[in-house]
């Protein structure tokens, strides 16, 4: 009974076998797959999605991952660094439109003139929305004190994507020098799970070099980490990066976006009560890409508020959407959108993950 899709969904732990069986599945056999992670949706985080007005407010990078088009090593590339002004103009925007919480996401910086910018702005951000906004991070590797810091200045999120969790992949689509390494993010994971985050990670799915072993093997990880949130999307390549030249050996990006959204189905079976975002890379490939991942499992979608005319320059890989609508625009069609997918927006709501009180209390 175990080998057909019904009867490994039929049993409660999914083996790293039974994954693999599920990635392989055909459109008629993935539907039951989504069905079912449709269902554990509603019945453990309810037909709802909340916002994260994503804020990317710059593309100063110190790192050189292989696969991002804002690499160090990508000369052509101008930069830009959003005015504090203009960042909590940005989270205004938010809060007077009910969004619940923003994501400030952008290039990595260790220095210490970007560490206190943050903290201060965290503190501003807190005080301007009388400390209803919440407020997630996504600012790459730093030390525990910073990240600690952080914390105490206001944000109670965390993402920090894993990118693979085999260190032998990780180690394919990064530089291996002491400022890329396997041990260091996995360091900083267990620090953000120390300190108190809502701890969230992820990977691209469809990277050159990976398996469906490589992708069963993130989804236990996850499992394994007990980790609160995670966002999946599909890799595309840009031409300005090193992997761009391993194009020829990739899946088509139909096939990427598939199993991206299989991915996603999988790990809300497996992990019913995280906060499961979906992509923008999604709609990359699809212009309804995320709210087909809404339908199937995911429960967070990130609308982007970054001020338009700096949106050209975050393109952290090719093809990115919305690059040219104002966020006002962005927050109504995305509402539309997830009406369609037949769930409410989470409108004013933190829409924290279930997954992280529970773990509080064990
Ligand atoms: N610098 C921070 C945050 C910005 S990058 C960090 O690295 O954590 C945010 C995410 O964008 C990365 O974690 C990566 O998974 C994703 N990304 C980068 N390049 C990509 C590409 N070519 N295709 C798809 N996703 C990409
Ligand atoms: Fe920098 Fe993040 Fe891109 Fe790596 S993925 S180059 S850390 S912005």
């Not at 985050?197 to 691209?204: D, I």
């Amino acid at each position: 009974m175990k080998n057909t899709v019904t009867g490994i969904l039929a049993h409660d732990e999914l083996l790293k076998e039974d994954i693999i069986q599920l990635l392989k599945t055909d459109v008629k056999e993935r539907n039951i797959i989504y069905q079912k992670s449709s269902e554990i949706k509603e019945q453990y985080v309810g037909k709802k999605a909340y916002y994260r007005g994503l804020i990317e407010f710059s593309n100063i990078c110190y790192k050189d991952c292989l696969y991002c088009g804002i690499r160090a090593g990508n000369k052509k590339q101008e930069r830009y660094n959003l005015t504090d002004e203009d960042i909590l103009k940005a989270a205004k925007f938010a809060h007077e439109n009910k969004f619940g919480s923003i994501v400030l996401q952008s290039g990595e910086r260790e220095d210490k003139e970007f560490i206190n910018r943050i903290d201060n702005l965290l503190k501003k951000i807190k005080q301007i929305s009388n400390n209803e906004l919440g407020i997630t991070i996504s600012l790459g590797e730093q030390t525990e004190e910073t990240y600690k810091r952080w914390f105490e200045s206001g944000a109670h999120r965390y993402l920090l994507r894993i990118e693979s969790s085999s260190k032998e992949l990780f180690e394919k689509i990064h530089p291996v020098n002491k400022k890329h390494s396997f041990e260091r993010r996995l360091e900083c994971l267990y620090a953000l799970q120390e300190v108190g985050y809502q701890t969230g990670t992820g990977v691209m799915v469809g990277l050159p070099f990976q398996t469906l072993e490589h992708l069963a093997d993130d989804l236990l990880f996850f499992k394994s980490f007990s980790i609160d949130m995670v966002g999946m999307g599909p890799y595309i390549e840009h031409q300005e990066t090193p992997l761009y030249e391993f194009r020829n050996t990739l899946l088509p990006l139909n096939e990427r976006f598939n199993l991206t959204l299989k991915m996603i189905a999988i790990l809300r079976i497996m992990m019913k009560d995280i906060n499961i975002a979906s992509a923008t890379a999604l709609q990359a490939i699809d212009p309804a890409g995320r709210e087909k991942a809404i339908k199937i499992g995911a429960n967070v979608i990130m609308p982007n508020i970054t001020p338009t005319i700096h949106r050209t320059n975050y393109q952290l890989y090719e093809n990115k959407p919305c690059i040219d609508e104002s966020a006002d625009d962005c927050g109504n069609c995305m509402e539309a959108r997830i009406h369609l997918a037949g769930d409410e927006v989470g409108f004013g709501e933190w829409g924290d993950s279930k997954h992280y009180y529970k773990r509080q209390k064990i």
